[in-house]
Every structure is written in structure tokens, then in C-alpha cells.
């Protein structure tokens, strides 16, 4: 299964509480932040979700 690596980019300030819970869910902490996560459904719901605020890359 292929990973998918998260990057927190932009502030969550003035966003709906839903984006903000997707950033929590991703297991964002701070801006600049990055993640890495199995390539499922779930996550890439939540990062279509909140796509304007990240960036995203598959990762071999």
C-alpha cells in the first residue's frame, strides 16, 4: 500500500470548524508540520476537505 506525506501550509484562522477538525484528524500539529499516512478513503477525504490549506504528495 502506498503512503500519502501531508504538509500543513496554510492557518486555519476564519475556517469552519469542520476544516479544523480535519487538520486535527490528519494529526496536524503546527504550520509547516508534515505527516505520513496509509493511501485510504478516509484520509483522502479529509484531504480533499481541507486541499487549499495543504500540501500532499504520494510517497513510494
Not at 504538509?7 to 484562522?13: A, G, L, Q, R
Not at 476564519?14 to 494529526?27: C, F, M, N, V
Not at 505527516?35 to 483522502?44: F, G, L, S, Y
Amino acid at each position: 500500500m502506498s503512503k500519502i506525506r501531508v504538509t500543513w501550509k496554510k492557518s486555519t484562522i476564519g475556517r469552519p470548524e469542520r476544516q479544523r477538525k480535519s487538520i486535527r484528524a490528519l494529526g496536524l500539529k503546527k504550520l509547516n508540520h508534515s505527516v505520513t499516512h496509509d493511501d485510504t478513503p478516509q484520509i483522502r477525504g479529509m484531504i480533499r476537505a481541507v486541499e487549499h490549506l495543504i500540501d500532499w504528495e504520494i510517497v513510494e
